[in-house]
């Protein structure tokens, strides 16, 4: 049996080792000229930046188990739990493994404390049962998270919790993301620790490319079906037939490279967008005074940037030894309004907010990287879980092509593992089975 998987991100590279683990033959196909779909890992002056999802957590359950069956549990690493939020300039620290104990800290009045009953009722009857899939919930996806907030809790709620935590997942704001994600985030964080991968995020997408026949610059202009199989078509670089294909792409490059499956699509391609982000990366020749992970950051507090993260409280490979490594996260949100600026304003709103949150790092800085998306998550906007649920259940799982990506549920490393490994066993399934049985 031979499989073409187009996209080496981390849901198409599991679902390509995953059909070469079953003894098919498996190219992949890569657009771009190195590997890693959203994801990368570089190094500046020492220190070592990531773009896209750096952090992980025991509830990872795809990503730790695909990553001890290729030998990479040695390199998973735990770090701190702490995570501290902003209010009114003050950073209140909570174990990030347990978020609702946000309530016992001084972030919140005692009629909000109270109010989180409410919340909690709330979260205890709509929250997915698998964050896997995260769609089957779908009948709580009619409002957005802050429309939800307001109706049933309060502003305070809102501004403190809710949309610092729906900005961290999505790189947006609470306005404009359904309220199903902040359930979701919550169910993500109960009870895990946080993990880091040494060496870089990178790392693991590396290993399992150096297992598989991977194909950098190969990008696909179409797939279709052919009688016994597909036909995946490179343009000048020709074509490919084979049994079976998964496009493992972000959702508006897959609907264009796949024509007969338009209808199918179609309706979720319109209303899924992706957010833009800009990174900023400090770096500062003394450390915080700090072991906390990250400062989660709400609109009332700063209109820009949502999340501040301290990767040198993650692993201490990430900056040379006695420095800090600090990445500021710009939400699509605010981005509009600092479109027209230069790498040298974002690097000097970063680092105003970087500075004020710490002022044991003013005057150290010794490195500044700015790196830009156009697009980089999923939005998971009202009404998206409802089109991924209607997609998902119109998918024939018995089709030679089959899809897979974080966009079937809250997007993230984990889940696109997931999705890669449930789109290579319903070709297993179903096309290898049909074939062994002629």
Not at 169 to 179: C, F, K, L, M, P
Not at 278 to 302: C, I, M
Not at 410 to 438: D, F, K, P, Y
Request: with cysteine.
């Amino acid at each position: 049996m031979k499989a073409v998987v187009i996209g080496s991100g981390f849901a198409g590279l599991a679902a390509a080792y995953r059909l070469q683990k079953a003894d098919w033959e498996v190219i992949v196909l890569e657009a771009a000229d190195e590997i890693g779909g959203r994801t990368r890992s570089f190094r500046k002056q020492g220190y070592l930046l990531e773009r896209g999802a750096t952090q992980l957590s025991t509830g990872y359950k795809a990503y730790l188990a695909l990553a001890e069956e290729v030998g990479m549990a040695d390199q998973i690493a735990e770090c701190s739990n702490t995570i501290m939020l902003m209010r009114q300039g003050r950073l209140y620290e909570i174990d990030g493994t347990k978020p609702l104990r946000a309530l016992l800290s001084g972030a919140l009045s005692w009629r909000s404390k109270l109010t989180m009953v409410r919340a909690v009722l709330d979260y205890l009857k709509h929250r997915p049962t698998d964050v896997l899939d995260v769609s089957e919930a779908h009948a709580a996806d009619t409002e957005s998270a802050q429309d939800y907030t307001l109706r049933r809790l309060n502003r305070e709620i809102y501004d403190v919790l809710v949309d610092p935590l729906i900005r961290t997942y999505t790189i947006n704001r609470g306005a404009n993301v359904s309220a199903l994600e902040w359930y979701s985030g919550l169910a993500n964080l109960a009870g895990q620790r946080m993990l880091a991968l040494r060496g870089g995020i990178n790392a693991f997408p590396a290993k399992l490319a150096s297992l598989l026949d991977v194909r950098l610059s190969s990008p696909v202009r179409e797939v279709r079906k052919i009688p016994g199989g597909v036909r995946v078509s490179q343009g000048e670089d020709g074509e490919i037939e084979a049994d079976a294909c998964i496009v493992a792409t972000r959702l508006p490059e897959a609907a264009a490279m796949l024509p007969e499956m338009a209808e199918v699509i179609a309706p979720l391609d319109r209303v899924l967008h992706y957010n833009r982000a800009v990174n900023v990366y400090l770096g500062y020749t003394r450390r915080t005074n700090t072991q906390a992970l990250g400062v989660l950051v709400p609109v009332v507090e700063h209109p820009n940037i949502g999340l501040v993260w301290l990767d040198h409280n993650k692993l201490a490979e990430t900056a040379p030894g006695g420095h800090s490594l600090i990445t500021c996260y710009f939400e699509e949100g605010g981005l509009d309004q600092l479109a027209a600026r230069s790498d040298a304003d974002f690097v000097e709103i970063a680092q105003r907010l970087v500075e004020r949150l710490f002022p044991e790092l003013a005057g150290t800085r010794d490195m500044a990287e700015v790196l830009r998306w156009d697009r980089a998550i999923p939005n998971p906007a009202p009404g998206v879980y409802k089109a991924i649920h209607t997609m998902k259940h119109r998918l024939d799982p018995a089709s030679p092509i089959q899809l897979a990506g974080d966009y079937f549920t809250c997007t993230g490393q984990n889940s696109a593992i997931h999705w890669g490994q449930v789109a290579a066993g319903n070709l297993i399934h179903h096309i290898g089975r049909s074939n062994a049985e002629m």
